[in-house]
């Protein structure tokens, strides 16, 4: 099935880091934010990492973020998907990342997840010149890694703060 990234980027001019993701799963689509899926640990992983108490809506997501200097979007603007499976995507196409890197202070991309890792490297990185910084996925289908092993991962992101 054919999708087009609905939400748009989380950003200010002060965001110092860029995390960016494959593209929104059906749930973040319905939820209307991103890592909505209520088994996902991106917030809590964050929110633990920055020592913040863990967001619930989606203003306070947005606002964690922010106050943080983080920005938030996905490499890809349109794909075909099955579901939330990456491993399905076919037919990619990315987002304007310089978009972000133009109107902030963004010096270091992370990805979350090798599928997101391996198209910013294919279709962003010639333009951005920016090499990105790979973290485990925080999706309920990556069970592999433990959530002390995710933290220890994702605590990285506070030396570019």
Known sequence: MKVEHILKPVYNR???????GTMPSPKSRE????????????WKVLSDVLEENLPISNEEKKDLILKH??????VLET????GASDS???N???????????????TQIFVT????????NKLCLESTKIPCICLPSTSPANCT???EKLKEAYEIILQYL
């Open 92 to 106: 990619p196409k990315p987002n304007d990342i310089n978009q972000i890197i133009k109107e902030s202070e963004v």
């Open 79 to 82: 794909c075909e998907i099955d």
């Open 31 to 42: 939820l209307g934010f991103y890592y909505g899926h209520p088994q996902n640990k991106f």
């Open 113 to 120: 997840g090798k599928k997101a890792e391996s198209l910013y």
């Open 14 to 20: 002060e965001s110092k880091v860029l995390i960016l």
């Open 69 to 74: 200097k983080i920005a938030l979007w996905d």
């Open 145 to 147: 890694i433990s959530y």
């Open 88 to 90: 399905s995507i076919k």
